[in-house]
C-alpha cells in the first residue's frame, strides 16, 4: 500500500509539472499569435526566429520531462536557425519540427489540464477504497495505480506529438552532416596551411642554409684550385659534406609529407620502424592487415637490412639502443658510409626495391588488400604522433600498438601504461589537435581515454573501401 502511495504522488507530481507546462503553452500561444500578427506586417519578422527559438526550448524541457518519466529519450530534429534575417525566417518558417511543436503546444494545454484534474479526482476515492481493499484486506489496490497510468498517458502523447517525422528527422540529419563537413573542411585547410608553413620552415632553416654554403665553398674551391690545388681539394671535400647533410635534410622534410617506408613496407612495416625507434618497448598487432614486407635494397658493401615488417604478429621491438641503421632518424652530423674507392654511398634504407620487388597499394596476389595511401598516411602520423606522447609525457616504458582492418575501414590504437592525464593536456598544444584535425579531413574519428593514473588509449577509425 505504501508503495502503491509513493508511485501515486510521483505521478502525481508528474502532473503537476505537466499542468505548469500548459501554462506555459497558454502563454505561448500569445506570443505565437502576436509573432504571426507581427511577421505579416513584415516590420517584425525579426521577432519569428527568436520565437521559434523560445518554442523549441520550451518543448526541449518537454522532452526531457517525458524522457524522466518514461526512461527513453525523445529525438529531437530541429534545422539550425543561423545566417542573415532573411534566411532564418526562411528556415524558421520550413522546418517541419516547428509545426509538430506548435501542435504539441496547442494539445498540451489540453490534456495537461485534464489528466491533472482527473489525477485529483481520483485521490479521494482511492485512498477510501484502497484503504480498504488493500489496507485492511491485503488485496492489491485498484484505484491508486489509476493515477499513474493518468502520468504514463501524458508522457505517451508528448513523445508522440514531439518525436520528428521521418522527413524532419532526415533534414536535420543533412543540415548536421552539412555543419560537420563545414568544420571539417576548415579543420583540414588550416592543418593543410600549417603544414605547408612547417614545409617552408624546414627547407629555408635546413636546406636552404646549407645548400647556400655549397654554393659558397665551391666558388672559394674554384677560385683557389690555380693557386693552392691541396687548399681546394679540400674545400671540395667539404662541400661534398654539406651536399649530403642537405640530402640528409631533404629527406627528412620528404618523411615528414609522406614517409617512402610506407611505400616500400605497408603499413605495418612503417609502424614496426617507428616503434622500433621510439625508446620504448612496444608491441605491434595486427589484424587481417598485409603480414608481408617488401626487402629493401642492399647498400653496396653493407649487409642485408632486417625486414621490419616481417617479424611475427606481437612480437617486442627492440629499444633505441638496437634500432638498425636503416630505420634509425639520421641527424645531420652522422656521415654516410664511405666506399672502397672513397665514394660517398646514399645511407641504408634509402634506396627503393628494384623492379619487380616492390609491392603496389593492392599487395601481391593472394595478399591482404591495403589499404589507400592517404589512409595509410593519416595512420601511420597519428600512430608517430601517440608513441611520441607517449615516450615525452606518459612516463611509461611499454606501449603496444593495434592496427585491424574492420569492414568499413581501418582501425588504429596506440595504448601505454604511462601516468594518463592527456585528456586534460589536449587544448594546451600537445599535438593531438593536428591529429584530431589530420583524422577528421577524411571523415575519421579519434578517441582518447586517459584517466589520471593512466592508462592513456588512442583510438583512430579511418574509413575506406577495400
Not at 647498400?299 to 634509425?328: F, Q, W
Request: some cysteine; hydrophobic content about 45%; overall charge neutral.
Amino acid at each position: 500500500m505504501r508503495e502503491s502511495i509513493k508511485e501515486a504522488g510521483r505521478a502525481t507530481l508528474h502532473l503537476l509539472l505537466g499542468a505548469a507546462v500548459s501554462l506555459l503553452c497558454y502563454l505561448m500561444i500569445g506570443v505565437v499569435l502576436f509573432t504571426g500578427f507581427l511577421t505579416l506586417t513584415v516590420i517584425g519578422a525579426g521577432v519569428l526566429p527568436e520565437s521559434v527559438l523560445l518554442l523549441r526550448r520550451l518543448a526541449g524541457w518537454e522532452r526531457r520531462r517525458t524522457a524522466a518519466r518514461s526512461g527513453a529519450p525523445v529525438p529531437e530534429a530541429y534545422l539550425p536557425l543561423e545566417g542573415p534575417l532573411p534566411e532564418r525566417v526562411r528556415t524558421a518558417v520550413a522546418d517541419p519540427s516547428t509545426f509538430a511543436d506548435l501542435r504539441w503546444l496547442a494539445a498540451q494545454l489540453v490534456y495537461g489540464m485534464v489528466l491533472l484534474y482527473g489525477a485529483m479526482v481520483l485521490w479521494a476515492p482511492a485512498l477510501l477504497v484502497d484503504g480498504v481493499w488493500a489496507g485492511l484486506a491485503g488485496r492489491r489496490p485498484v484505484l491508486l495505480p489509476l493515477i499513474g497510468r493518468l502520468a504514463d498517458r501524458e508522457a505517451d502523447w508528448s513523445r508522440t506529438l514531439l518525436t520528428p517525422g521521418p522527413s524532419a528527422a532526415r533534414d536535420a540529419a543533412l543540415a548536421a552532416r552539412i555543419e560537420q563537413l563545414t568544420a571539417t573542411r576548415a579543420g583540414a585547410v588550416a592543418a593543410h596551411g600549417a603544414e605547408l608553413r612547417r614545409i617552408e620552415r624546414d627547407l629555408h632553416d635546413g636546406a636552404q642554409a646549407r645548400l647556400v654554403a655549397l654554393s659558397m665553398r665551391i666558388g672559394l674551391a674554384r677560385r683557389a684550385y690555380a693557386s693552392d690545388p691541396a687548399t681546394a681539394l679540400k674545400l671540395l671535400d667539404d662541400a661534398q659534406d654539406q651536399a649530403e647533410e642537405a640530402l640528409a635534410e631533404l629527406r627528412h622534410v620528404v618523411r615528414g609529407i609522406h614517409p617512402p617506408i610506407l611505400t616500400d613496407r605497408g603499413l605495418t612495416g612503417a609502424v614496426r620502424a617507428l616503434a622500433a625507434s621510439s625508446g620504448l618497448e612496444v608491441t605491434v598487432t595486427t589484424e587481417a592487415l598485409e603480414g608481408t614486407a617488401d626487402v629493401p635494397a642492399r647498400t653496396a658493401g653493407g649487409p642485408e637490412p632486417e625486414v621490419a615488417s616481417g617479424a611475427p604478429e606481437g612480437t617486442h621491438c627492440p629499444l633505441e639502443g638496437t634500432l638498425r641503421g636503416s630505420d634509425r632518424p639520421r641527424r645531420g652530423s652522422e656521415r654516410p658510409r664511405r666506399g672502397s674507392e672513397g665514394t660517398h654511398l646514399a645511407p641504408e634504407g634509402t634506396h627503393r626495391a628494384p623492379e619487380g620487388t616492390r609491392r603496389g597499394p593492392a599487395g601481391p596476389p593472394g595478399a591482404a588488400p591495403r589499404a589507400p595511401a592517404a589512409v595509410e598516411a593519416a595512420a601511420y602520423f597519428a600512430v608517430a604522433e601517440a608513441l611520441t606522447n607517449a615516450a615525452k609525457h606518459s612516463g611509461a616504458t611499454h606501449a603496444s600498438v593495434l592496427l585491424a582492418r574492420t569492414p568499413t575501414g581501418l582501425r588504429a590504437a596506440v595504448r601505454d601504461e604511462g601516468r594518463g592525464g592527456a585528456e586534460a593536456a589536449e587544448g594546451a598544444g600537445s599535438g593531438l589537435l593536428g591529429l584530431r584535425r589530420r583524422v577528421a579531413a577524411l571523415d575519421g574519428t579519434v578517441r582518447l581515454t586517459s584517466p589520471v593514473g593512466g592508462p592513456t588509449v588512442i583510438e583512430v577509425e579511418l574509413p575506406c573501401v577495400w
